[in-house]
């Protein structure tokens, strides 16, 4: 990674039962949610509750409100920042650019090279590691 193109906001929000929380937004950004534990209702959503383990994509718009689920503490990773307008290449747990960089990402993890270390002198080498921990 060159430089940073954008500047993400990333929140770890906890919401008591019954509880609301709202977030300021630029129109432009991307914004999704997962959530964690819990359950949440979204105005927009026509009182539709969605629960724990899910991810959802949210349209353009300057404010995001959120309230819990009246049963439980919800938990929820809130993410927003500028798109990059670049391609995208989805393998699994893995995202890429392209499907080159996909496959040769798969190859790496395959071979125990996918991680990377970076030395002060501008060099990069690769350590074989345990590639059980890498099953794709």
Do not use: C
């Amino acid at each position: 990674m060159e430089e940073i193109t954008v500047q993400p906001t990333y929140l770890d929000v906890t919401i008591k039962a019954g509880g609301s929380f709202y977030f300021d937004t630029d129109p432009s950004d991307t914004l999704f949610i997962y959530i964690i534990y819990g359950s949440v209702h979204l105005p927009a959503e026509n009182k539709r509750i969605l629960p724990s383990r899910q991810a959802v994509l949210f349209d353009q718009g300057d404010k995001l409100p959120i309230k819990a689920g009246d049963d439980l503490e919800t938990r929820l990773l809130l993410f927003s920042g500028k798109p990059q307008k670049e391609p995208i290449a989805w393998g699994g747990p893995i995202v890429m650019n392209t499907k080159e960089e996909l496959r040769q990402t798969f190859k790496d993890i395959d071979e125990g090279t996918f991680i990377k270390i970076h030395h002060s002198d501008g060099t990069i080498s690769s350590e074989k590691v345990n590639s059980r921990f890498y099953n794709h």
